[in-house]
């Protein structure tokens, strides 16, 4: 009778002959990491700087209003005081708007400076990857060649 092969054996010398490399994983996996780190600490730095343009902002605009409430003696001085917080409001609007496209302008060059050196980390690992994969593919063959 014929003798059924062992299956489990040939698997292992197959899986043997082409070993996987976890170290670069655990590369990948850390370099992902802070890159992620940093985006995010560029995100919340934009975040912080947005959330103070817009405290101040508020704080300035109820200065502003409380100019308007106080009781006026003639009619007209109402219209000027409307004229002359609509004035410095959108004084005031472009100035924050201003500051918002800094931050903005910021945040976008610090994250495409963090992209473009992780492009080229990952550009030299992927090449040191691959040619130690050449070179253990082509020692596995040998070797498989030999036997």
Known sequence: MTKTPDMTAIFKDVMGAFPVDTAALEDAFKNSASLNEKLSTVALNAAEKSTAISNKWAQDTLTKLGAISKAKTEPADYAKAMTDFASASAE??????????????KAQMDTVELLMAAGKNLSEDASAAVKKATTDATAAV???AAK
């Open 92 to 105: 005031v609007a472009a100035e924050h708007m201003a500051a918002f496209a800094e931050v903005a302008k």
């Open 142 to 144: 040998k070797k498989a």
